[in-house]
């Protein structure tokens, strides 16, 4: 089964450990797809915060506004008074690929 999606595309999760599941999805779908968290906020049809996220080509940088149409397609709460990212504000793709944070062994 084949098909066609417009990227960069945004998607929401309640919970931080939820983007690891999303992370897994998407690299067994299609290994060149980079899954980042980008910023928490409201949806527009909801009361509670939750984690916005980001799927993108590898290689493929997102400009600004590409993520702001993305996060609006979605479903995005503007109106909350939320700071949008800017490109340095999302992490890095060798981050995002790995989907957790590196730990410094205790001690160290």
């Known amino acids: 089964m084949q098909g066609s999606m417009r990227l960069p595309v945004a998607f929401s999760v309640r919970d931080e450990h939820e983007f ?3 992370l ?3 690299r067994r779908m299609n290994p060149k797809l980079v899954v980042t968290q980008v910023v928490a906020g409201r949806h ?3 009361d509670c915060t939750v984690l916005w ?3 993108d080509e590898e290689g493929q940088p997102s ?3 590409g993520v702001k149409a993305a996060l ?3 479903g995005f709460d503007f109106r909350q008074k939320q700071r949008v990212p800017t ?3 999302i992490p890095s793709r060798a ?3 790995d989907g957790r944070k590196r730990r410094e062994p205790a001690g160290v």
Do not use: C, I
Request: glycine content about 12%; charged content about 20%; proline content about 4%.
């Open 72 to 74: 609006r397609e979605a």
């Open 95 to 97: 981050s995002a690929r």
């Open 44 to 46: 527009v049809n909801g």
């Open 20 to 22: 690891f599941p999303m």
């Open 53 to 55: 996220g980001l799927v």
């Open 87 to 89: 490109l340095t504000g």
């Open 24 to 26: 897994h999805v998407m």
């Open 63 to 65: 400009s600004k506004d």
